[in-house]
């Protein structure tokens, strides 16, 4: 086994469908759509919408993809809340710009606005 894997037993819950509206930053407005639809911990099941300018983490790189128009072609992650009730968000995905260039990696919370929108399935997980 790989050191630092994590398993957690549970169960999945309830479904939120959420809208995200223009200009709102992808990462913060998930965390702020957990938090309206009660979920303390969250799966992204399914995305699709697009971004007006897209910041990336790949390990110690950061990727500025400047837009607009940054399709968003898959979006994982989790959401989960810590000890002090709040919910933080890792994001994970692949983005392609106006030219087809595909980029990966991790969603920089505050640089990723949304474009006209993003539709999210959001999926409870009650750790047991």
């Known amino acids: 086994m790989k050191e630092g894997a994590v398993f957690e037993e549970g169960r999945l819950g309830r479904i939120a469908v959420v809208r995200l509206r223009p200009?709102?930053?992808?990462?913060?407005?998930?965390?702020?759509?957990?938090?309206?639809?009660g979920l303390r911990h969250a799966i992204v099941r399914s995305a699709v919408g697009s971004l007006v300018d897209a910041v990336l983490e790949t390990g110690e790189r950061t990727v500025a993809v400047p837009g607009p128009g940054i399709e968003i072609l898959t979006l994982s992650?989790?959401?989960?809340?810590?000890?002090?009730?709040?919910?933080?968000?890792?994001?994970?995905?692949?983005?392609?710009?106006?030219?087809?260039?595909?980029?990966?990696?991790?969603?920089?919370?505050?640089?990723?606005?949304?474009?006209?929108?993003?539709?999210?399935?959001?999926?409870?997980?009650?750790?047991?």
Request: aromatic fraction near 4%; proline fraction near 3%.
């Open 77 to 128: 992650g989790e959401l989960r809340s810590g000890t002090d009730g709040g919910i933080a968000a890792d994001l994970r995905g692949t983005i392609a710009d106006g030219k087809a260039q595909v980029y990966g990696g991790r969603f920089r919370r505050g640089e990723n606005p949304i474009c006209i929108t993003l539709e999210l399935v959001l999926q409870e997980w009650l750790p047991a």
């Open 23 to 37: 200009n709102e930053d992808l990462v913060t407005a998930i965390e702020t759509a957990c938090r309206e639809h």
